[in-house]
């Protein structure tokens, strides 16, 4: 992945329907959100924060994985007597990552018990529909962000559509009766949601939270939904936004739905951070939904974190499973390599490669990357050309694991001769 934020791309308005929305800019940490910086990458762990070897573990893996921010769930006193010693932990390992704490029902109670969680946190996410009940729901969210404004961090005031504040519901639903608005249920709970977080930066404005130290989001778990509060919000409110659908799902599904409606919201430039909330199968690799926001950014073109691989589908004329084993082992050895790369090389995140099956599209898609490979479909004669920067450089022959070690070897060498090394003192801070 790539390394600071003042080494990435910025946006480019070309790219969109609509330039970025102006926002303030708040800083998380180090890194800055809104206010016209790069749209930021946050994951969350699903480890118990009260345990502090894998808490530990997750989020360096998250953080090498290309997520700029990582959240953690501080739900208990044990979990908030971690969180210091984690954060330490990461510091001593060379990890300045931000660190988010998500609080739910119990905030308010947590952060003033253990003042030390709250100094180590770079940020507090408040769920405005979970942080209490009536009157007290106003005090618990106002003593959160007073301890915010004590300890100089900013929040994130985070709405979700499955704990949406009920009181609010039921009166804008009676509303509708008692007006014959005729608006639908699912109406109703989006503009409850926008509603939510309008009234809930109001409080953090007179709790004493500056406009620089709010970030907003109204998630749900439907992409239409999605979009349709995004946009409403947008048009309401210029504090920086938190883009993802709540619970995306597993797999195919889940990132196929969060790139629908994520892809629609960025591309009219609403957004300023995203997170993938993929659910994981038993055992899986959380650095799966850090994979998939990085690919959505640099899909639409609005930020580069890795080298991007070409492959095609395959068809009748790819009887052979070649091309298919290559590709998956260069995308395989990309991720594996960026951390490394990224360290030592300006740009090497904007390379492209491409590992074609036939001679259809082949030799055009490799022409077209920095490096491609056009492997032989079937009936073809069984030799490999290689293109690097649109030029016929080698061509190939032998085994699938001859192939694959030769084309690795061109691909290190490319990064090594095509990309400036960095100094010493841009490899540390980044």
């Known amino acids: 992945m790539s390394g600071t934020l003042t080494q990435i791309e910025g946006f480019d308005a070309g790219v969109s329907k609509h330039p970025r929305r102006k926002t303030y800019g708040v800083k998380v940490g180090h890194v800055r959100v809104g206010g016209g910086a790069p749209i930021v990458v946050q994951s969350m762990t699903n480890t118990d924060t009260a345990d502090v070897e894998a808490t530990l573990k997750q989020t360096l893996e998250l953080a090498e994985a290309g997520s700029e921010l990582v959240r953690w769930t501080v739900n208990v006193p044990e979990a908030a007597a971690a969180v210091p010693v984690i954060k330490k932990r990461l510091l001593d390992a060379g990890c300045r990552v931000p660190i988010i704490g998500d609080f739910h029902y119990n905030g308010h109670v947590l952060l003033k018990k253990y003042p030390e969680c709250a100094t180590a946190l770079d940020k507090y996410r408040i769920n405005p529909g979970n942080v209490g009940a009536g009157q007290r729901r106003d005090e618990q969210f106002s003593t959160i962000c007073k301890v915010a404004v004590d300890h100089g961090k900013p929040v994130r005031i985070g709405v979700n559509g499955g704990s949406l504040n009920q009181e609010l519901v039921m009166s804008k639903m009676q509303e509708n009766t008692d007006k014959n608005l005729g608006l639908e249920s699912e109406d109703i709970i989006n503009q409850c ?159 492209t490669l491409a590992v074609m099956g036939c001679i259809v599209n082949g030799p055009g898609e490799s022409k077209a990357a920095s490096i491609g490979i056009s492997l032989p479909g079937t009936g073809e004669a069984p030799r490999c050309p290689v293109y690097i920067d649109g030029k016929k450089d080698v061509t190939l022959e032998g085994t699938y694991d001859e192939l694959a070690v030769a084309f690795q070897a061109l691909v290190d060498n490319y990064v090594a001769t095509k990309y400036p090394r960095k100094t010493a003192a841009v490899s540390q801070a980044g």
């Not at 406009?211 to 048009?235: F, N």
């Not at 951070?273 to 994981?280: D, E, K, N, V």
């Not at 199968?281 to 926001?293: C, L, N, S, T």
């Open 193 to 351: 949601m926008v509603l939510s977080a309008l009234q809930s930066t109001e409080l953090a404005l007179e709790s004493g939270l500056r406009h620089d130290q709010i970030i907003i989001s109204c998630k749900t778990s439907r992409p239409r939904d999605l979009i349709t509060v995004y946009r409403d919000l947008s048009a309401k409110t210029e504090q920086p936004l938190h883009l993802g659908l709540t619970e995306a799902g597993m797999g195919m599904k889940g990132q196929i739905w969060s790139a629908a409606a994520l892809g629609v919201l960025l591309y009219d430039g609403i957004g300023d951070t995203i997170r993938i909330s993929l659910t994981p199968k038993p055992g899986g690799d959380r650095r799966e939904e850090v994979y998939a926001a990085c690919e959505v950014l640099q899909s639409l073109a609005l930020r580069a974190f890795s080298p991007s691989v070409t492959a095609c589908p395959g068809c009748g004329r790819t009887t052979s499973s070649t091309f298919q084993e290559l590709a998956e082992l260069t995308q395989n050895y990309i991720r594996e390599m960026m951390p490394v790369w990224k360290t030592q090389f300006d740009g090497v995140e904007t390379m």
